[in-house]
């Protein structure tokens, strides 16, 4: 997933030492647009991607790509949005897609010039309320007065 907002707040790293060895956690905030802006948090994980953070610079537009989370402890639920990208934001320009995949838009070519085929009569349309024939459905006999 993806929004666009404005960097506001580089949140404090953390750091530890796990049975598999050191680890770092980070996080940011940042301020979509709009009519109501929201503030929207995410944690980041790793050197590489708390690096990221840092490279952008506060209150300079950006692109987040993300997975959001949730997971239950004590039979209350906790979501967190994982980053897994951030970068600037250049308006007009779309930005990549995750998973590494851009999409660029193909220009459009001419259709290939097709064999002539010969004319066939055409049947005429069929009526899109056809009433059904006499003997299809068995009419109910009724003794309405109307």
């Known amino acids: 997933m993806e929004i666009t907002g404005k960097l506001i707040k580089i949140l404090p790293e953390n750091r530890g030492e796990s049975a598999r060895g050191p680890w770092v956690r980070g996080g940011f905030v940042i301020e979509t647009d709009g009519e109501y802006p929201r503030q929207v948090a995410f944690v980041c994980f790793g050197e590489d991607r708390v690096a990221m953070v840092h490279a952008v610079q506060l209150n300079s537009p950006v692109v ?3 997975m959001p989370e ?14 897994s990208r951030i970068q600037n934001y250049v308006p007009g320009q779309m930005p990549p897609a995750a998973g590494g995949y851009a999409w660029t838009p193909n220009p459009q070519q001419p259709a290939a ?24 459905m068995p009419q109910p006999e009724d003794d309405l007065p109307f």
């Open 70 to 83: 949730s997971r239950e402890f004590n039979d209350k639920w906790y979501t967190n949005l994982r980053c």
């Open 113 to 136: 010039a097709q064999p002539a085929q010969p004319q066939q009569p055409q049947q005429p349309a069929a009526p899109a309320f056809a009433t059904p024939p006499a003997n299809a």
């Open 64 to 66: 987040v790509t993300f």
